[in-house]
């Protein structure tokens, strides 16, 4: 017996106030599965028949039930067959679903497998608003959801600002620095050898100043500062 998901609402293309709970109705009259609160349960292997009646039945609830379409294309996939076939298309040869929404439908039941969904006070479009948080992260932030009941707008606004902190800086870790004996930070030359490195640097560059091929030479003062700071004791 393989289990698959439902959950209650969902938001779909809606927000969370026109949100509707359909009753199952005709989809309880489909006896090789079981159409639970949050999950689906295939009692058996899906067949053409099969799969041709639950996507009647589910057609009917294109604004709800997230968790059963989720479900059903992901028994679909794993059966073999290609899902995005039986989303919903309407009359005019438009898809109910857009490929888009179905994809984030799937993806949220994937991160949330039917055992997963175990807070009674959030719905579908709880879980979506999550689905981008590492899994310990998303059902930290949902239990606290469920137990405070707050609103999916609540929520996310909560993840985004998770997102926007900017992480806390590492504390830089004293070594030994790779060059001399002296202490330095990480993989980083020490501050004596970075300033052995730098009078090096700011040496030759006064020696380019001065005997570097140019047209035309430097002014005489140019050549007197570089000889000066050539002539120091820190310098050489």
């Known amino acids: 017996m393989s289990t698959v998901a439902h959950n209650e609402e969902g938001r779909g293309d809606m927000t969370e106030e026109t949100q509707v709970v359909p009753d ?5 009259q489909i006896k ?3 159409f639970r609160e949050d999950r689906l349960v295939f009692n058996i292997g899906l067949t053409e028949d099969l799969i041709e009646r639950i996507s009647e039945g589910l057609a009917k609830f294109h604004k709800g039930r997230q968790w059963y379409w989720g479900d059903f294309w992901a028994e679909l996939r794993n059966s073999g067959y290609e899902w995005t076939d039986h989303i919903p298309w309407d009359s005019s040869d438009r898809p109910i679903i857009s490929l888009s929404r179905a994809n984030t439908w799937l993806m949220v039941r994937d991160k949330f497998l039917p055992d997963d969904r175990i807070y009674k006070n959030l ?7 999550v689905r ?9 932030i949902l239990n606290a959801a469920d137990g405070a009941k707050i609103s999916v707008q609540e929520l996310e606004e909560v993840v985004r ?3 926007d902190k900017p992480e806390k800086p590492k504390k830089p870790k004293v070594i030994v620095c790779a060059h001399c004996d002296r202490p330095a930070f990480d993989d980083l030359p020490c501050t004596g050898c970075m300033l052995d490195v730098a009078t090096r640097e700011f040496k030759k560059t006064l020696e380019d100043i001065k005997y570097g091929e140019q047209a035309p030479p430097p002014p005489e003062w140019v050549i007197e ?3 000066r700071a050539l002539g120091c004791d820190e310098i050489t």
């Open 24 to 28: 199952t109705g005709e989809l309880s």
């Open 32 to 34: 090789e599965v079981e």
């Open 123 to 129: 719905r579908f479009s709880h879980y979506e608003a």
């Open 132 to 140: 981008s948080l590492e899994n310990v992260g998303a059902h930290d």
């Open 161 to 163: 600002g998770m997102k």
């Open 225 to 227: 500062i570089c000889d």
